[in-house]
C-alpha cells in the first residue's frame, strides 16, 4: 500500500490554526487567505484519511489524531525554518524583503519619514512593516527583525538597545479650562481619564499613570495609542502618553510629582540570518534612525 504525500503548505497550516484556534487567524500569521487556510485544511484530512482538528465554540482544537502528529510536524517546521534562515543568512545580495515588526506609532511618526533617503540608497530592498499587538516571533521566520520595548530573551537571538521611551501626562488646554490642573496626591480627584486597553495595564507608563489618577474617573478605554491621543486632542481627560506622541500636537504636559518612567527600545535579530547583508543594511538604518530622534523619542524633563 503506497504511503500518503503530504504537502508541508497543508501541514503548515494545520499547525497554524492549532495554534490560532480560528482559519482567519491563522491565514493573518501566514500571509494567505482564510479560503485558502480552509482548503489546505479539508485537502490535509482527506489525504490523510482522519478528521486532525475539531472546531468548537472556543475555536478549532486538535482531536486525538491531530494531538498524535502534533509534535512531529512541530519538528519539521523546526528544521524548515532552520534551512530557510541558513540560506537566508548566505544570501549577499543587497536586495528582496526585509520583514520588521515594530508598534504602529513608531513607525509613523519616526521610521517612515527616513525611508525615503534609504529607499534612494538600496532601491532592491522592500521593507515590510509588521504593526501587531502580538509579538511575532524571529524563531518561527514571522518577522526577520523585531523593535521591542522589553528586552527579548537572547537564546539564538542578537539583541541590542537602541535607545529609550519617555512618557508624561497630556490633557488638552480648554480640558484644563474646564477642571484645572489635577491634584495628584489627591489622586486626580474630579478628572476623567483616556485609559489604554486592559491588556496594556501592566505596562510600566500605565502603572505609574494609573496610581497618580486613583480617584478619577475613566472616560474612554483604546488600546490604539493614536486613538488615545486624539481622545486627549478632544478634551475627554487626561491621558498617559510617549512623549514623541504628546509633544508639539497643541496638548499641554500636566506637571506630576514624578517623571514618567522610561522604556527601553531593543532591536532583535535572529542570529542566523544577522549577517545577511540586505538583514544587516536594515538593522542598521533602524538603528542609527531610533538613535538620531533621541530628544524627541526621550528628552530631558
Known amino acids: 500500500m503506497?504511503?500518503?504525500?503530504?504537502?508541508?503548505?497543508?501541514?503548515?497550516?494545520?499547525?497554524?490554526?492549532?495554534?490560532?484556534?480560528?482559519?482567519?487567524?491563522?491565514?493573518?500569521?501566514?500571509?494567505?487567505?482564510?479560503?485558502?487556510?480552509g482548503r489546505r485544511l479539508a485537502g490535509l484530512q482527506e489525504r490523510a484519511g482522519?478528521?486532525?482538528?475539531?472546531?468548537?465554540p472556543g475555536g478549532y482544537v486538535p482531536t486525538a489524531a491531530g494531538e498524535a502528529i502534533l509534535g512531529n510536524v512541530e519538528r519539521i517546521e523546526s528544521e524548515a525554518l532552520a534551512i530557510a534562515r541558513s540560506i537566508t543568512g548566505r544570501d549577499i545580495r543587497l536586495e528582496g524583503t526585509v520583514r520588521v515588526t515594530t508598534i504602529e506609532t513608531l513607525?509613523?511618526?519616526?521610521?517612515?519619514?527616513?525611508?525615503?533617503?534609504f529607499q534612494a540608497q538600496h532601491p532592491g530592498i522592500a521593507l515590510e512593516i509588521v504593526a501587531d499587538q502580538r509579538s511575532l516571533?524571529?524563531?518561527?521566520?514571522?518577522?526577520?527583525?523585531?523593535?521591542?520595548?522589553?528586552?527579548?530573551?537572547?537564546?539564538?537571538?542578537?539583541?541590542?538597545?537602541i535607545g529609550e521611551l519617555a512618557s508624561a501626562v497630556y490633557a488638552a488646554p480648554d480640558?484644563?479650562?474646564?477642571?484645572?490642573?489635577p491634584d495628584f496626591a489627591a489622586g486626580a480627584a474630579g478628572h476623567t481619564l483616556?485609559?489604554?486597553?486592559?491588556?496594556?495595564?501592566?505596562?510600566?507608563?500605565?502603572?505609574?499613570?494609573?496610581?497618580?489618577?486613583?480617584?478619577?474617573?475613566p472616560a474612554l478605554r483604546s488600546n490604539a495609542r493614536y486613538i488615545q491621543r486624539a481622545a486627549a486632542v478632544r478634551g475627554l481627560g487626561l491621558a498617559c502618553l510617549s512623549r514623541y506622541l504628546g509633544d508639539g500636537t497643541g496638548l499641554v504636559?500636566?506637571?506630576?510629582?514624578?517623571?514618567?518612567?522610561?522604556?527601553e527600545v531593543w532591536l532583535a535579530v535572529h542570529n542566523d540570518?544577522?549577517?545577511?547583508?540586505?538583514?544587516?543594511?536594515?538593522?542598521?538604518?533602524?538603528?542609527?534612525?531610533?538613535?538620531a530622534h533621541a530628544g524627541m523619542l526621550a528628552p530631558p524633563e
Open 50 to 56: 482522519a478528521l486532525l482538528l475539531q472546531k468548537t
Open 194 to 217: 483616556v485609559l489604554p486597553g486592559v491588556e496594556m495595564q501592566g505596562l510600566p507608563e500605565v502603572a505609574w499613570f494609573t496610581a497618580l489618577t486613583a480617584a478619577a474617573r
Open 175 to 181: 480640558y484644563l479650562d474646564r477642571h484645572g490642573m
Open 2 to 37: 503506497a504511503e500518503t504525500a503530504l504537502d508541508w503548505d497543508d501541514l503548515r497550516s494545520f499547525l497554524a490554526i492549532a495554534r490560532h484556534g480560528t482559519q482567519s487567524a491563522a491565514a493573518r500569521a501566514l500571509g494567505v487567505r482564510q479560503t485558502t487556510m
Open 273 to 291: 540570518i544577522r549577517h545577511t547583508p540586505r538583514i544587516r543594511v536594515v538593522g542598521e538604518f533602524l538603528a542609527a534612525t531610533i538613535r
Open 253 to 263: 504636559r500636566v506637571p506630576t510629582p514624578t517623571p514618567g518612567p522610561r522604556r
Open 107 to 117: 513607525a509613523v511618526e519616526v521610521l517612515l519619514p527616513a525611508l525615503p533617503a
Open 137 to 161: 516571533s524571529l524563531t518561527q521566520r514571522e518577522a526577520d527583525i523585531a523593535i521591542r520595548l522589553a528586552r527579548l530573551p537572547q537564546q539564538d537571538l542578537a539583541v541590542r538597545r
